[in-house]
């Protein structure tokens, strides 16, 4: 099955700070590489996602990147703000169209 | 559009007492759903994919007799837990996509949060 994996676990920026979030993956039948952000007792929202015939996508202060030959992904933020603080996770799709997701990776922004 | 909704948000019972957890999608229709659990502080773990009209798909290490789901029409799976113990005390949430195909965004319902005394 799709092994994945997260890093980092942690991350603590300074507001303003750029962060990055990366992803590895080993089904290289994976077409579909998704972030999420959950924030404490919600559900995951989905914030950008990509596709694997695009090397990168963005989205205002977001933007995704992947190396398909690689196997892995990144979520980049820039111009972090404390309400971006939560849970980041990756979660490329799985064969039968279910997610399969990364430990997640805890991003505090300080004012 | 693509909204998936989740009820009950909260329960708290007794150990023993079955559970329903119901997931619907109200402006779409979805043959397929998927049932996620999360423990504190962890991930999010797949339980199961609900199939329309069919038995649902159990991951390994999941008792399908203790979780039983069904998805008797293209708009509800429902996800019973029976006998429930305090270890099954968990963050369970449902998604479904417009259509299932691996690189579809999947919409989560807002997660039921399970408490077993």
């Known amino acids: 099955g799709e092994n994945v994996e997260q890093h980092p676990s942690t991350l603590s920026v300074q507001e303003g700070d750029s962060a990055v979030i990366k992803c590895t993956y080993s089904?290289?039948?994976?077409?579909?590489f998704p972030w999420y952000k959950q924030e404490l007792g919600k559900r995951p929202q989905l914030i950008i996602d990509?596709?694997?015939?695009?090397g990168e996508k963005k989205d205002q202060r977001i933007a995704v990147t992947l190396n398909k030959t690689a196997k892995h992904f990144s979520l980049h933020i820039t111009e972090t703000q404390p309400e971006d603080s939560a849970v980041y996770f990756c979660?490329?799709?799985?064969?039968?169209?279910?997610?399969?997701f990364g430990k997640g990776t805890k991003l505090s922004v300080k004012p | 559009g693509a909204v998936v909704s989740q009820h009950p948000s909260r329960v708290i019972c007794k150990s023993g007492t079955s559970v329903k957890i119901e997931c619907r999608s109200l402006?779409?229709?979805?043959?397929?759903m998927f049932w996620y659990r999360q423990f504190p502080k962890q991930s999010l773990m797949l339980m199961a994919t609900s199939n329309e009209g069919s038995k649902a798909t159990y991951e390994q290490g999941v008792e399908k007799d203790k979780f039983l789901i069904n998805h008797a029409s293209l708009t509800l799976s429902t996800l019973t837990v029976t006998s429930a113990h305090p270890e099954d005390s968990s963050f369970y949430i449902c998604s479904a996509s417009l259509q299932i195909r691996q690189d579809q965004p999947q919409h989560f319902g807002d997660g039921t949060r399970l408490s077993i005394l």
């Open positions: 979660a490329p799709g799985g064969s039968q169209g279910n997610l399969i």
């Open positions: 990509i596709r694997s015939n695009v």
């Open positions: 402006d779409f229709q979805a043959t397929t």
């Open positions: 089904d290289s039948a994976s077409n579909y």
